[in-house]
């Protein structure tokens, strides 16, 4: 479970709720960044802060399933909770079916939510050490020579270095060399490890 710290984005138009449920998270130990209205939220949220949404579902003007959606069309990856004072099934799977990591109906049970917040800050935390491990990958294959994004295509492909020098027309030597530099620079030191890079950086890539 992720330990206190965790910031809670929570939007609520009812005001008794959303003092609630702040006191609430910030007894657990959470920042809380509480927001009146959807429009209030998207122009105070800032998407580099770890932790999760909690969103009411029913709210004049952008309901929280728009409210979402807003946030993932922008690009923006947030775990969210939502909480309803009429649950019903059709919105709750079209929340569930959106990505939502709990559905939660009032009068809330105070242990419910809090589990389902560690649990999305734990999935926020986990996306966001993809995120930086991706970028990281990304900064060191920029490093590389054109000559060494060419070997490295053709490592991974599985080809020997016999096969590369032939296929780039030249030796087998100079292939060694620059299979040796790209994977230094890549940190790496088998071709396991080189295809597993390979995988999740196109795994990653978007349209792949």
């Known amino acids: 479970m992720t330990e206190a710290a965790t910031t809670v984005f929570l939007v609520d138009d009812d005001p008794g709720v959303l003092k609630a449920l702040t006191r609430l998270l910030r ?11 959807p429009q209030d939220f998207l122009a105070g949220h800032d998407p580099a802060v770890p932790g999760c949404a909690v969103f009411d579902v029913a709210m004049p003007g952008l309901d929280g399933l728009q409210l979402q959606a807003a946030l993932t069309s922008g690009g923006i990856d947030r775990p969210v909770i939502f909480i309803t004072g009429v649950g019903d099934i059709p919105t709750s799977v079209r929340a569930m079916k959106a990505g939502a990591v709990d559905f939660l109906t009032k009068p809330l049970d105070h242990r419910q939510l809090l589990a389902a917040v560690a649990r999305a800050a734990d999935m926020d935390a986990a996306a966001r050490h993809r995120h930086s491990e991706l970028a990281s990958l990304r900064q060191r294959l920029a490093t590389l020579t054109p000559r060494e994004r060419e070997v490295f295509g053709h490592v991974v492909a599985g080809r020997l270095n016999k096969q590369i020098a032939h296929e780039l027309g030249t030796v087998e030597k100079t292939i060694k060399v620059h299979r040796g530099r790209m994977m230094s620079k890549l940190g790496v030191r088998t071709v396991a490890d080189l295809v597993r890079l390979a995988a999740q950086v196109e795994a990653d890539t978007p349209g792949q």
């Open 27 to 37: 007894v657990a130990g959470h920042a809380v960044r509480a927001f009146a209205s």
